[in-house]
């Protein structure tokens, strides 16, 4: 493709992203600092049940909790002085409500014994991309891709997947082949700390890794601030199974660490975030390979969002006749659910 053809491609997702409307989200606050985003689900005697947008359901004691702002509508809530039907509330120093019949204002979180919650949510979500990227490095190439992320929360299980796909061809030639599922298992002992088992299938016929198979485990543990800046970082041992295009493989055992940013911008849902990957062999701590993804997240309308973003992968030390490292500028069009 063209550069031309590049710029016309940026001229649209800038036009796209100036369009958008974004949504505002709700948030929780504890009195520790701890900012825990999404909505509402219920609150009873003792306690608030929170739907987390990482975590899934949150069960918070009520005198944790310093403040609150949801836009879920709630069909009853009952007070020890009177009820109220189909009201929004938010709490600062009191809990006041938006209420069709009723109302509800300056009372006291203690003050709240039951409420009837909206209609539970679904514990899957996900989101499908489709991606046109900018390749240098090994291969200097414009294309396009598929690329899938699912998540499913069973109580204190978390599970998260992730499919790339690429493939491009001229007059039968391969110029662009890339495969990757990522899948990853994760167990909460509580909002903070996790466990994980991972695996994770790489092909990429133009980079200095051809073919890579990874298996591991290890810690994790998430962080929440107050800037509403979201934290998630791993630590762990993987062993790793590489294969060369002249079929030649190697089995070592390294160490990973991988870190996940969120920053959501405020009054907004427009997200800023990072990720990477570092696996470095137990052996050879120079022979190390990072993997990192930086980038801006924009919701459109109706589930859809545009996304930007710069990928890096870096080999310490890549096949023969390889380079060290390959970059990416990836502009995407998805739908989120």
């Excluded at 020890?80 to 300056?106: F, H, P, R, V, Y």
């Excluded at 790489?202 to 073919?211: C, G, L, N, P």
């Excluded at 997240?297 to 310490?316: C, H, N, Q, T, W």
């Amino acid at each position: 493709m063209k550069s031309s053809s590049l710029y016309k491609v940026l001229f649209l997702f800038l036009i796209t992203t100036a369009a958008s409307i974004p949504a505002i989200a709700g948030k929780i606050t504890l009195h520790n600092g701890d900012v825990f985003h999404g909505e509402l689900m219920t609150i009873n005697e003792e306690t608030i049940i929170w739907m987390s947008d990482t975590l899934g359901e949150l069960r918070l004691p009520k005198e944790k909790v310093g403040h609150f702002a949801s836009s879920t509508v709630l069909r009853t809530v009952k007070s020890d002085a009177n009820n109220a039907e189909n009201c929004s509330l938010k709490m600062s120093e009191t809990i006041d409500g938006i209420c069709e019949k009723g109302q509800l204002s300056g009372l006291q979180l203690k003050e709240l014994v039951a409420t009837s919650p909206p209609p539970p949510l679904a514990p899957f979500s996900g989101e499908v991309k489709l991606n046109t990227n900018r390749k240098s490095g090994n291969s200097d190439s414009m294309n396009s891709n598929f690329e899938a992320r699912l998540k499913w929360n069973q109580e204190e299980f978390r599970h998260e997947a992730k499919l790339k796909t690429e493939l491009e061809k001229t007059n039968g030639n391969i110029d662009e082949e890339n495969y990757e599922v990522d899948y990853q298992l994760n167990h909460d002992f509580n909002d903070r700390w996790f466990s994980y088992g991972r695996g994770d299938y790489d092909k990429d016929r133009f980079s200095a890794v051809y073919e890579q198979f990874e298996i591991g485990v290890g810690l994790g543990r998430r962080i929440y601030l107050e800037n509403q800046l979201n934290l998630n970082l791993q630590l762990g041992p993987s062993y790793l199974i590489t294969r060369d295009s002249n079929g030649n493989t190697e089995e070592d055992l390294a160490s990973r660490w991988a870190a996940r940013l969120d920053w959501p911008i405020s009054y907004k849902d427009i997200t800023l975030f990072h990720e990477h990957s570092l696996l470095w062999l137990i052996e050879d701590a120079d022979n190390n390979r990072l993997k990192s993804s930086t980038g801006i997240k924009i919701p459109l309308f109706a589930g859809i969002f545009s996304e930007m973003r710069y990928d890096f992968d870096y080999v310490g030390e890549p096949s023969d006749g390889s380079k060290h490292a390959d970059d990416e500028w990836v502009i995407s069009v998805g739908y989120q659910w």
